[in-house]
C-alpha cells in the first residue's frame, strides 16, 4: 500500500483535554485532517482531565476545519468527550487498527496491549520527577508504547537521556501560515497563545511599557485568551499602556493572517515551555521571533531569533529596542534567515502515515 494511501485504515486517537483549546487540540486536528484526506477513518475520543471547564473554542475550530471538507470526508471523522474509565476506551480500540495517544494515556496502553493493537505516542511535556503513583504509571505507558515521538529535543531528553530504539523527535505542527506579505506592510509585535501564568505576558507588557515605541508603527497585538485576561486587561488601563491591541480568541484563518502581518513574534514563556509552538508558525510566513531561552522555545525559535532571559523585563526590554532600532537590510535578512532550517526541524505529516502503515503491516504478519 502506498504511504500516501490509507483507505480502509481505522485510527483511534485518544487525547487529554481541559476543555480549551491549546497546542495538543491544534495538532491533533491538523494530523486528523491529513489523515483525512488520506482516506483513513479517525474517531477522537477527548478525555476530560481535572480542571476540564469547556469555553467552546474546541468546537469552534473543529467547525472551522470541518467547514473546509467535502461531504464524504466529513462522514470519515467523529469525536467526543469520555471521562476517566469510560467503557468506550475498550471499545474503540476493539473497533480500531491502530491507536495514537497524546501524551502518556494509561488506560489507552493498556487496552491497545490487552488487544495486540499496534499503539504510537506523541508525548507533550517533560517529565515530572518522582514516585507518585501517577508519574509512575505514565513512566510505564511511555515505554510500552510502539513508537513515542517527543516534541522537542528538551521532552526528550526529560525522558530518554539515552536514545531508544522507536524514539524519535517529531515536532507537533499546526496547519501553517502559508505565503508572505512585504516587509513594508508589516507592524509592531505580535503575542499569541494562552493567557496564563508564566507565558510571560506580564513581562511583555511591562517590557512594551518602558519601550514605549510609535503605537501606529510598532503595536503590542495580543491574540488569545485565557484567566489572565482581567488582570492583563486592568495592567494596560491601569499603567496607561499605549499600542497595545486586544483582539482576543481568533479563528485559524484570522491567527495566520496576524502572523504574516506582524514585525516580531514574541513568545516570552518562563515556564519551561515544552516546544513553543508559534514561532514556528511564524517563521513559517518569514516572520522573526524574539523568544525566551526557556525550555523548547530556544529550539523552535531558531538560530537567529533574538534571545532573552526567561522572566526578566530588562532583557526582554533590549531585545524589543534591538529589533525597532533595526535597519531594514538587516530585518529582511532576518525574514529571510527565520526559515533557515525550518524544514529540517518540522517534518512531513507523511511520516505518520508511514509509521501507521509499518506497525499495521508488522501486526498483521
Aim: proline share 6%.
Amino acid at each position: 500500500m502506498d504511504a500516501k494511501d490509507l483507505s480502509g485504515i481505522r485510527i483511534l486517537m485518544l487525547a487529554p483535554c481541559l476543555g480549551k483549546f491549546g497546542g495538543i487540540e491544534t495538532f491533533c486536528l491538523t494530523l486528523i485532517e491529513d489523515l483525512v484526506k488520506r482516506e483513513a477513518t479517525v474517531r477522537l475520543l477527548r478525555k476530560r482531565v481535572d480542571g476540564f471547564a469547556s469555553d467552546g473554542s474546541i468546537e469552534r475550530n473543529e467547525k472551522e476545519m470541518r467547514n473546509s471538507w467535502a461531504t464524504n470526508e466529513k462522514t470519515r471523522f467523529s469525536s467526543e468527550y469520555i471521562d476517566r474509565g469510560d467503557s468506550n476506551i475498550k471499545d474503540a480500540i476493539d473497533l480500531c487498527d491502530l491507536v495514537h495517544l497524546h501524551n502518556p494515556m494509561v488506560e489507552g496502553v493498556w487496552w491497545a496491549k490487552k488487544r495486540k493493537i499496534p499503539c504510537v505516542m506523541t508525548i507533550y511535556n517533560w517529565r515530572r520527577k518522582g514516585l507518585h503513583p501517577r508519574l509512575l504509571a505514565w513512566r510505564w505507558a511511555v515505554t510500552r508504547a510502539d513508537r513515542r515521538w517527543y516534541i522537542s529535543e528538551f521532552v526528550w531528553d526529560s525522558w530518554e537521556k539515552r536514545r531508544k530504539k522507536g524514539s524519535a523527535r517529531l515536532p507537533v505542527v499546526s496547519r501553517m501560515p502559508k505565503g508572505e506579505i512585504p516587509t513594508s506592510e508589516r507592524r509592531g509585535f505580535l503575542f499569541l497563545g494562552r493567557w496564563i501564568p508564566n507565558k510571560g505576558i506580564r513581562v511583555l507588557l511591562k517590557a512594551y511599557k518602558r519601550l514605549s515605541p510609535d503605537p501606529q508603527k510598532w503595536p503590542l497585538v495580543l491574540v488569545g485568551d485565557g484567566p489572565l485576561r482581567p488582570k492583563v486587561e486592568r495592567l494596560v488601563r491601569e499603567c496607561n499602556v499605549r499600542g497595545v491591541e486586544v483582539p482576543g480568541f481568533v479563528s485559524e484563518e484570522k491567527r495566520q493572517i496576524y502572523t504574516r502581518q506582524t514585525k516580531w513574534m514574541v513568545t516570552p514563556p518562563h515556564t519551561r515551555e515544552d516546544l513553543g509552538l508559534t514561532p514556528l508558525e511564524a517563521r513559517a510566513a518569514g516572520v522573526p521571533c524574539i523568544v525566551s531561552t526557556d525550555g523548547g522555545v530556544n529550539e523552535t525559535g531558531g538560530p537567529h531569533a533574538l534571545r532573552c532571559i526567561p522572566g526578566d523585563v530588562e532583557s526582554l526590554y533590549e531585545c524589543m529596542r534591538t529589533a525597532i532600532n533595526m535597519d531594514e537590510s538587516t530585518y529582511e535578512e532576518k525574514c529571510r534567515q527565520a526559515k533557515v532550517e525550518l524544514e529540517k526541524y518540522v517534518r512531513p505529516l507523511d511520516e505518520y502515515a508511514e509509521e501507521y502503515l509499518a506497525l499495521i503491516g508488522k501486526n498483521e504478519a
